[in-house]
């Protein structure tokens, strides 16, 4: 399986962009964009098909086995999760306070790395919790 990463932020005017990481051994490279991060992975995976569509056109092989990972910047995943993980669950999870999430949520405020990095691991820790639930 061949995994692409592909990064998805929130620009300055408020909408957000789906980039594939350059890959030398593809020969293309990706991109969306939208409104929201739906509307945006929406867009990004028509481009994955016209792209297909054109490699078929022209006789070429698109790589079957090729998966695309989302990685996200902390306004886009907030806005993707929303309606998921409310800003006070986050908080609850991470320490960090409710109305600081949302500075970030709405671009106001930018977190720091080690903010992201506290962000990040806080939800590997609740997967990590959640993942191991059993129900009887």
């Known amino acids: 399986?061949?995994?692409?990463?592909?990064?998805i932020s929130r620009g300055k005017d408020?909408?957000?962009q789906a980039n594939m990481d350059y890959y030398e051994h593809l020969n293309f490279g990706l991109f969306g964009e939208g409104d929201s991060v739906e509307d945006t992975i929406a867009d990004f995976n028509e481009c994955v098909n016209d792209m297909k569509a054109l490699f078929t056109d022209e006789g070429k092989p698109f790589p079957d086995d090729l998966e695309f990972e989302f990685t996200y910047d902390t306004p886009s995943f907030l806005e993707y999760y929303s309606e998921k993980l409310s800003l006070a669950g986050l908080g609850r999870l991470t320490g960090i306070n409710r109305k600081?999430?949302?500075h970030y949520l709405t671009g106001?405020?930018?977190p720091s790395?080690?903010?992201?990095?506290?962000i990040e691991e806080s939800l590997h820790a609740f997967g990590k919790e959640i993942s191991q639930v059993n129900f009887v």
Request: glycine share 4%.
């Open 1 to 7: 399986m061949m995994k692409a990463n592909v990064i």
């Open 14 to 16: 408020g909408r957000y």
């Open 100 to 102: 600081q999430l949302s």
């Open 108 to 110: 106001h405020r930018r």
């Open 113 to 118: 790395p080690k903010t992201v990095k506290k």
